[in-house]
């Protein structure tokens, strides 16, 4: 199993509607969670993270993590085509200790397109 | 949030010869790293530049290829040597500003394309 596994994609909404990217993570201990969107020719922006379980919400953005079933997720209200991107989950485990300690795994990426 | 900025921001090198990549950050940061993002591909871990002292490599890394510096807590050098085309990738600087709970930024990346 990969350390970090998102949904497959891509995944293609129509405008106004709800997106749901979904990310899976190897269980090791204590994590921090991060999501980032990516536009093309771009570096990494980061939008949202997460430490705790639960919901997690900053303007159209909700964060949900669940730490039992090892998953978290990124739910995009409202979806605007200015949101078609790539997006990545990033996960931290605060236990890797020493000079590992802050690096973050990313999965695969999910291709986003929010059309009119 | 911490800016960093890279460069170059892209370049076309020559195989067999070695490019190294800049990244500076506008405050002190705790930690720094670099990632190579390969077409189509999510970010992979290089290494973790330490203040100091010798990087901290990541599996399938070596310092021989990717020579890395980081002689103070703002500055960080990632060198890839003797090219290859398959070293074709866009390069990423990372930091951390704070050491718990922190949110790592990246600058814009260095595009290289080995031909």
């Known amino acids: 199993q990969k350390e970090v596994e998102q949904n497959s994609g891509p995944l293609s909404v129509p405008e106004g509607a709800i997106a749901s990217l979904n990310c899976t993570y190897s269980?090791?201990?204590?994590?921090?969670f991060f999501w980032y969107r990516q536009y093309s020719g771009k570096s990494p922006e980061l939008i949202m993270f997460?430490?705790?379980?639960g919901d997690k919400e900053d303007g159209r953005f909700t964060a949900q993590l669940n730490k039992a079933s090892q998953y978290v997720s990124l739910l995009i209200r409202d979806s605007q085509p200015s949101d078609s991107a790539t997006y990545l989950c990033a996960v931290r485990w605060a236990n890797a200790g020493g000079t590992s300690y802050g690096k973050l795994t990313f999965g695969q990426g999910t291709i986003l397109t929010v059309h009119p | 949030s911490a800016v960093i900025s890279q460069k170059p921001s892209r370049d076309i090198c020559q195989r067999g010869t070695s490019l190294t990549i800049q990244c500076q950050v506008d405050?002190?940061?705790?930690?720094m790293f670099w990632y190579r993002q390969q077409p189509g591909q999510s970010l992979t871990l290089i290494a973790t530049a330490n203040q100091g002292s010798e990087a901290t490599y990541e599996s399938g890394f070596v310092i021989d290829k990717f020579p890395i510096s980081r002689p103070n807590l703002t500055f960080s050098t990632l060198t890839v040597s003797n090219m290859s085309p398959e070293d074709s990738s866009i390069y990423l600087c990372?930091?951390?500003?704070?050491?718990?709970?922190?949110?790592?930024?990246f600058g814009q990346g260095t595009r290289l394309t080995v031909v």
């Open positions: 405050s002190q940061v705790t930690m």
């Open positions: 997460i430490y705790s379980n």
């Open positions: 269980d090791r201990g204590s994590q921090s």
């Open positions: 990372s930091a951390l500003q704070l050491l718990m709970q922190a949110e790592a930024f």
